[in-house]
Each structure stands twice: as C-alpha cells, then as structure tokens.
C-alpha cells in the first residue's frame, strides 16, 4: 500500500531538527538497529516503516499495534529515508525526556563534547564510549544534536548503551567542584603519564578550535596526545583523538 | 571570464576514478592546502582554477603559465567542485609516478589498509600516520584509492607527507619475510603489551569484515584493543581503531 502524501511529508519533516523537536520524534534506520529497538522497552517507538518482506521476515518480533506498522514499497522508503541507499526499514522513535541523572560523573568517566559540529564525529564518540564502558555523553548546545540522523547512523547502534544529555560544562562543575576535568590541547602533558584515571570527565573540542576559552578555564588537566618528532599533521581527527584518550585513561 | 563547457566537463569528469586514471589527474580544493601545494615541487600541477579576488590575494604565491591558471565565477566553481559548499580555489594535480620505495618498511612502521572502503576512513588513517611519523601508508587493490576527492579532503593536507601505494600485504611480506606484521582481530594479546615497536607493518581491516582470510595468514602478531568488561559496543570505526594502535605502538 503507498504512503500518504501527508505521511511522507511527515517522516521526511523529521530530517530536519526544527520538526524533531516539535514532534519530540527521531528517525532510527537499518536491520540489526530496528531489530534491536523492538526487542527493548526504554525507547517508545510511533512508527514501523519496512518493505513486505521485512515485515513478513520479523513478524514475530514486531509486538506494536497494526496502525503503528506501514509497509512500503522500495520507491516510497526511498522518500522517506535519510540515507542515500535505504535499507529495509525505518522507525520513528520518541526523544527520551531528559532525566538522566548526572550523579554517575562521582565514580566513573564521562565524556564532554564541547561544540562538536560533525555528526559522524559525535556519532563515532559515542560508539567509542560505548566500547570503553564510558556511560555518559553531555554536549553543549552549540554542538549537533544527538537525534541527528547522521549521529544516530554512526553510533552502530550505541545510542541505546550510552546516556547523552545536552548541558554545560560550568553546570557539571558547579555540581562536582573537585571532579578532574581532562581537555586535549597543544602543550600538555603526555596522556602516556595519566594511564589509569578512572573517574571524571575527558572534555572533547570542536574540529578547527578545539575548547573553548570557557570551558578552558574549568580543565584541572591539560593533556596533550604526543605527536612524533618527524610527524606532520597538525592536529588529529575529533573522535580519532577521543579514542586515543580514553584508551589511555582506561588502561 | 566564464569557462567553457568543455572545461567544465573535463574538470568534473576527474570526480570518477575512471577519468582520474584515463588522464592520470586528482582534484584537491581548499585554500590552505592549494597555497601548500603552490609552493611545493614534489606534485605537479595541471590546473588552478580560483575566484578572481582568491587569485589577486595570492597572486605573489602563484608560479604558473597563464595558461595553468583559470579565473572563475562562483557559479563555475559550483559546478567543478566536489564539495557540497564550494571553496574558493580547485587544483587539478599529476598523479605522481607509483615510485615510492618499500625498502623503508624495515626501519620503521608502516600501516596496511586491507579493503577500507570508507574514503573518509582512508583519509583519516592517513592523516594519523602523518601525525605519529609514519610515512608508508599501503592499501590493497580492493580499498578506495587515494586520489578519490573525499580521501584527499579529510587527509587534511597529510598525503603531502606520507608516501601512498597500492600493493599486495603479500609483496610486502615476501619482501622482508622477518618483519613482524601486527593486525588487530577480536582475541588477541592486548595492545598495551606491545608498547615501543618501531618497526613491522600495522594491518587494518576492511570497516565490516575486519582482515581478509589471506591477509590473517600472513600476521605475525594478533592484537586486540581492550574492551570494557561494561562496554557493548561491537567494534571501534576503522580508523579509530588506527590511531588506538598507533598511540600504543609508537609509544
């Protein structure tokens, strides 16, 4: 059966975070992550958007009422999807109210990422923390939203591991004034020499500035990856960078 | 002056690698990295097409025949850039004659890219090689080649300074059967207890597969980067993965 005209424009509106965060709904896609979203309880989903055979392939899997569950031909998933080659299926899925606690930032690492502007670089960070057992992500407002499409493609998945919550970083300080705050930047020292720190908070800077002069003045440790004698590049990737850190940390 | 259809459809044709091997030309965009290759003699260059006040500002820096040089409207650089926001200057570029030498593999590390497909992922890889002094960046014939625009992008000016090569992993090992070859698969000997190799070969596997069978074969060592006890994710990005190991190795 084809897709209204309304429901067409209503999904594609959800590309966009303007109609996101009026309709307080964000686009999940792929097999293996929409099987995974229907086989939990802590995200609310509003709609099943699959080709036939997909629907007919999970059937036992799929536990939502029939109105909630649109099957698509190949033309109509291709208008609604975000991505250039969509794949079988596509879910609505509702914006958790913001309740995560940030009493965890006491007794374990948390990211923070400081105006971080690339969604595949937000996306990968949080896969990353997912990895690293790190269960907490803040951003700050200046930073892409974490139900961006291209965010929630890039976590593989572990946006349903790891908490994100959008916030300042002041906000986090004033909380915990005696948390270690650990920020990348040129002339720190080694990485290498703080093996093993496992509780505060690794803040991440944005790709051409890196932190902020704000959020500068709030680091307790200024860390920097070593870069060889003979090497080139100037920096390194946001998220690259990110890896290496929390490798480091966790070790 | 506009340019003419011709140009237009030569210069964009060098978007597929068919063209880019029929007339043995890459594109490269961006101000910083053109005025890095202006003043550089190891790339030879074909091309240079700019806004008419980019080539007033740099007019001083720019050592070309007239000819070479090509004044655009902003409409025109639409039109030949590969970018979805169109920089200021495009250089068309020589691919340099494959004449990199190998013998350098057995004095210092290397990486392997073994079907990354990804081309953001390859310059990204090349960009942390450049980063922690790695100068040979290998890639199999399956991998995405290094003259494709989205490698040269986020190389981030790095494939100035790394020698790139497409061969076999099992030339390089016939070459210098000795040297160790390290890849990273999902139970091998922890990363951290490698720390301070400095010379053998980093292999990195394809973005979804990992190392390829014949590939597996040939490593000497198999290195696992630690995953939290609570982590859930099932694999780190490709080239994440990269610079973990290379922090570790070069450390």
Redesign the interface.
């Known amino acids: 059966m084809a897709l209204s005209k309304n429901t067409i424009k209503y999904v594609k509106s959800l590309h966009q975070k303007k109609f996101r965060q009026k309709y307080n709904n964000f686009i999940v896609e792929g097999d293996k992550i929409v099987r995974e979203l229907l086989s939990q309880t802590a995200f609310e989903i509003e709609g099943l958007y699959a080709l036939p055979e997909w629907l007919i392939e999970n059937e036992k899997n799929i536990h939502l009422p029939s109105t909630q569950i649109h099957s698509c031909s190949p033309t109509d998933l291709g208008r609604i999807s975000t991505l250039k080659t969509p794949n079988q299926v596509l879910l609505i899925v509702h914006i958790p109210t913001e309740s995560h606690s940030t009493d965890k930032i006491n007794t374990s690492l948390s990211l923070y990422l400081d105006d971080i502007r690339d969604p ?1 670089n937000m996306g ?1 960070i949080i ?2 923390a ?6 907490q992500v803040f951003y700050s407002s200046t930073s892409v939203e974490w139900t961006n499409p291209k965010v929630i493609q ?1 976590t ?3 946006f ?2 790891v908490a994100i919550q959008e916030i300042e970083l002041a906000s986090l300080h004033d909380q915990s004034p005696a948390l270690p705050i650990y920020g990348a930047v040129l002339a720190g020292s080694s ?2 020499d703080l093996s093993g720190s496992h509780t505060g908070i690794i803040v991440i800077g944005n790709e051409s500035r890196g932190i902020s002069p704000d959020n500068l003045a709030l680091l307790s440790h200024r860390i920097t ?1 070593p ?11 946001a ?6 850190i929390c ?2 940390l ?2």
Do not use: Q
Request: aromatic share 4%.
């Open positions: 595949g990968t896969r990353i997912d990895w690293f057992g790190i269960s890039s593989m998945g572990s349903l591991r990485i290498h990856i870069k060889a004698p003979s090497g080139g590049a100037e920096s390194l990737n998220a690259v960078a990110t890896g290496i490798a480091s966790t070790r």
